[in-house]
C-alpha cells in the first residue's frame, strides 16, 4: 500500500525566512512525487514534481529514496507562499491516481 | 493553460434526492478523470477512476451504487450522489489529465455538498 506523511499540520514562519515542508512516503516501487499548492479560495494546482527536478516560485524538492522523504524547501519565505501545501505520490501502475498527505498550512509573516 | 472546470460550487440538498456534480475538461481531451472526496482538516481521497466509455474504477470501501459515475464524452464526467444522506456532506473534488502521456493532473475547483 501507498502513503504519504505530512508531520506538520501547521507551518509558520516569518518573511525571508527559509521554509522546509516535510514528507515522507512508503511506497515499495519507485513513486512519482509531487507537491500541490491551493492558495485561498483557488483550486488545487501542481507546484512541482520530482521528475522535472525545476525550481517554482523558489520552491524546490529532492526525492531521497534513502530515507523516504521529499521535502519541499524554500530558502526565503515570501508572504504569497502562504497556502495549503499537499504532498502526493502516484504508483507506477497507478497512472493519474494520487494518493496525498494530509496537508501543510503555511503562514508567512511579514 | 489547461482548465477543468467543476459545477455546482455549492449545493444543498434534502436527505433522500440525489445531486448530480459536474466535471469538464475545457480545452483538453481526458479519457480518464478522478473523483476526491475531502472530509474537514483531513487529506483529499481517491474516491473511483472516470473512464470515457466504460465503467468506472471504484476504491475499496466506496458504494458504487451510491455514487454513480458517468463520463459520456473525453470532455464531461459525472458524479451522483444517490439518496444522499447527511454524512456524504463533504467537498468533492474531480481531475483530469490531458490524454498526451506525461501531463499533469488539473483539479476542479471542488463542489460543497451539504446534506440537511
Known amino acids: 500500500a501507498q502513503r504519504v506523511t505530512q508531520p506538520e499540520k501547521l507551518l509558520s514562519v516569518f518573511k525571508g525566512a527559509p521554509v522546509e515542508l516535510k514528507c515522507n512516503y512508503s511506497?515499495?516501487?519507485?513513486?512519482?512525487l509531487f507537491w500541490y499548492v491551493q492558495y485561498s479560495r483557488q483550486r488545487l494546482q501542481l507546484l512541482l514534481r520530482?521528475?522535472s527536478r525545476e525550481s517554482i516560485k523558489g520552491f524546490t524538492a529532492d526525492l531521497n529514496k534513502g530515507e523516504t522523504s521529499f521535502h519541499l524547501k524554500k530558502p526565503f519565505a515570501q508572504e504569497e507562499d502562504s497556502a495549503m501545501y499537499y504532498c502526493?505520490?502516484?504508483?507506477?501502475?497507478?497512472?493519474?491516481?494520487?494518493?496525498f498527505g494530509q496537508g501543510t498550512i503555511l503562514t508567512v509573516h511579514p | 493553460g489547461a482548465v477543468v472546470s467543476q459545477h455546482p460550487s455549492r449545493v444543498i440538498c434534502k436527505s433522500g434526492t440525489s445531486v448530480k456534480i459536474e466535471c469538464r475538461s475545457l480545452d483538453f481531451q481526458a479519457t480518464t478523470m478522478f473523483w476526491y472526496r475531502q472530509f474537514p482538516k483531513q487529506s483529499l481521497m481517491l474516491m473511483a477512476t472516470?473512464?470515457?466509455?466504460?465503467?468506472?474504477?471504484?476504491e475499496q470501501g466506496v458504494e458504487k451504487d451510491k455514487f454513480l459515475i458517468n463520463h459520456a464524452s473525453l470532455t464531461l464526467s459525472t458524479l451522483t450522489v444517490t439518496s444522499a444522506h447527511p454524512e456524504d456532506s463533504s467537498f468533492y473534488i474531480c481531475?483530469?489529465?490531458?490524454?498526451?502521456?506525461?501531463?499533469?493532473?488539473?483539479f476542479g475547483n471542488g463542489t460543497r455538498l451539504t446534506v440537511t
Open positions: 502526493a505520490l502516484e504508483g507506477g501502475t497507478s497512472y493519474g491516481k494520487l494518493t
Open positions: 481531475s483530469a489529465r490531458d490524454s498526451s502521456y506525461n501531463s499533469p493532473l488539473h
Open positions: 520530482h521528475i
Open positions: 472516470s473512464n470515457e466509455g466504460s465503467k468506472a474504477t471504484y
Open positions: 511506497y515499495s516501487g519507485s513513486p512519482e
